[in-house]
């Protein structure tokens, strides 16, 4: 089955500064991968995903790169906001069937004022 | 924007009882999902509902659990006799807004079972 690995697991920046979350998996049929946020005491809540037909999606501050040679991607966040620090999962599924997809360990991320 | 509802947020419950989470899904949504996550652990697939059935199931989802929609609102997942290692946050999830199964999740902000 499908593995994935994130890194690093916890993260502190400071505001301003910019924060990358690196993912690998292991299934070349993985095609969809999806990035979420988990704020405390909250469900994880998709924030940006990606298709393996694209090699970069961008949206406002945040943005994910795709490598499907390597088997990674990349979550990008520029301009850190203190209301960005939360857990970030990556996760990898096929697009068909994307519900079932499989975590990785979570990034614990902190933005310092 | 709506949401996937779960209830309760917490349940306490002793071992060997048998508990049912219960959610509500996103109207119109056709798929539905249940995710169960270890404190400080990852998030992991248990169970899957389309159609009103199974659509895939992990090894962890084994006969102690079991899912229905007993309703056209409802989504609940039952665990027959529960075990200490089954203390988890417990996530539903749903999609499908169009009918495709690959619209993106929306999930709920969990049920956190304690069994004691």
């Known amino acids: 089955g499908e593995n994935v690995e994130q890194h690093p697991s ?7 500064d910019s924060a990358v979350i690196k993912c690998t998996y292991s299934d070349s049929a993985s095609n969809y991968f999806p990035w979420y946020k988990q704020e405390l005491g909250k469900g994880p809540q998709l924030i940006i995903d990606i298709r393996s ?15 499907k040679t390597a088997k990674h991607f990349s979550l ?14 990556c996760a990898a599924s096929i697009f068909t069937n994307a519900g079932k997809s499989t975590f990785g360990d979570g990034t614990t991320l902190t933005v310092k004022p | 924007e709506p949401e996937v509802t779960q209830t309760p947020s917490h349940q306490v419950t002793q071992m060997g009882q048998e508990v049912i989470l219960r959610c509500v899904p996103i109207s119109n949504h056709l798929y539905f999902y249940w995710y169960r996550q270890i404190l400080g652990q990852k998030v992991e697939f248990l169970v899957s509902f ?20 007993p309703d056209g609102s409802n989504f609940t997942l039952k665990i027959r006799s529960t075990k200490l ?20 999740l929306h999930f709920g902000n969990g049920t956190r079972l304690t069994v004691t």
Do not use: W
Not at chain 2, 85 to 104: I, K, L, Q, V
């Open chain 1, 10 to 16: 916890t993260l502190s920046v400071q505001e301003g």
């Open chain 1, 53 to 67: 037909n694209v090699g970069e999606k961008k949206d406002q501050r945040i943005a994910v790169t795709l490598n």
């Open chain 1, 76 to 89: 990008h966040i520029t301009e850190t906001q203190p209301e960005d620090s939360a857990v970030y999962f």
């Open chain 2, 50 to 69: 389309y159609n009103n059935e199974i659509s895939e199931k992990s090894e962890i989802f084994d006969d102690q659990f079991s899912v229905e929609r």
């Open chain 2, 85 to 104: 290692e089954d203390s988890a946050m417990y996530f539903c999830a749903s999609s499908g807004r169009t009918g495709f199964a690959n619209s993106p």
